[in-house]
T-cell receptor, first 113, second 115 residues
Framework: KAGVTQTPRYLIKTRGQQVTLSCSPI?????VSWYQQTPGQGLQFLFE???????NKGNFPGRFSGRQFSNSRSEMNVSTLELGDSALYLC????????????FGSGTRLTVV | AQSVAQPEDQVNVAEGNPLTVKCTYS??????LFWYVQYPNRGLQFLLK??????LVKGSYGFEAEFNKSQTSFHLKKPSALVSDSALYFC?????????????FGPGTRLSVLP
């Protein structure tokens, strides 16, 4: 059974650009959440999607957005990149809901220069 | 507000010895508590959770954790550590009563098991 797949694994962008990250959850998982991981702030919740609807959103600026498609695949977009957006972005999927336990992907490491 | 503390940045233990990774939490109601492990260059892996029921929860790879409501703790334990257990461990909490609340993760504890 395939795990959570995130693409790309590594990304280097210039300040001011925008970026789109992709996440394919485990087959049958309908809940997808995104987290930002940095050495200073640790893991911070970005948003959660369930059946194409955003169910929760963390305390990030509007430059961070996401969506979920009918096949449960999810994308997150960051516009007008800032140096502080450099982080590991983790996608997590869950079979039923977040309390079932997440399966995380390996993440996309974004570096903004 | 909900919060999680992992008081130790680093825990060192000899292989074969018991290990404990500490976690304390603060929520207004009854918490949902989770432990995850992260190996280098990988995402987090689910170890175990406490939702309700028996205070002693058994999880993957021989790990267990005990929910202690009076001490607001959920320490992760393993009777005999392996070198392969060396990784970064995260405790997470969620208050299910508060609508819209998602998980808050602790800062992580790096476990080193020495051969």
């Amino acid at each position: 059974k395939a795990g959570v797949t995130q693409t790309p694994r590594y990304l280097i962008k210039t300040r001011g650009q925008q970026v789109t990250l992709s996440c394919s959850p485990i087959s049958g998982h309908r809940s997808v959440s995104w987290y930002q991981q940095t050495p200073g702030q640790g893991l911070q919740f970005l948003f959660e999607y369930f059946s194409e609807t955003q169910r929760n959103k963390g305390n990030f600026p509007g430059r961070f957005s996401g969506r979920q498609f009918s096949n449960s695949r999810s994308e997150m977009n960051v516009s007008t990149l800032e140096l502080g957006d450099s982080a590991l972005y983790l996608c997590a999927s869950s079979f039923r809901d977040r309390d079932y336990g997440y399966t995380f992907g390996s993440g996309t490491r974004l570096t903004v220069v | 507000a909900q919060s999680v503390a992992q008081p130790e940045d680093q825990v060192n233990v000899a292989e074969g010895n018991p290990l404990t990774v500490k976690c304390t939490y603060s929520v207004s109601g009854n918490p949902y508590l989770f432990w995850y492990v992260q190996y280098p260059n990988r995402g987090l892996q689910f170890l175990l959770k406490y939702i309700t029921g028996d205070n002693l929860v058994k999880g993957s790879y021989g790990f267990e954790a005990e929910f202690n409501k009076s001490q607001t703790s959920f320490h992760l334990k393993k009777p005999s550590a392996l070198v392969s257990d060396s990784a970064l461990y995260f405790c997470a909490v969620r208050d299910p009563v508060r609508a819209g609340q998602n998980f808050v993760f602790g800062p992580g504890t790096r476990l080193s098991v020495l051969p």
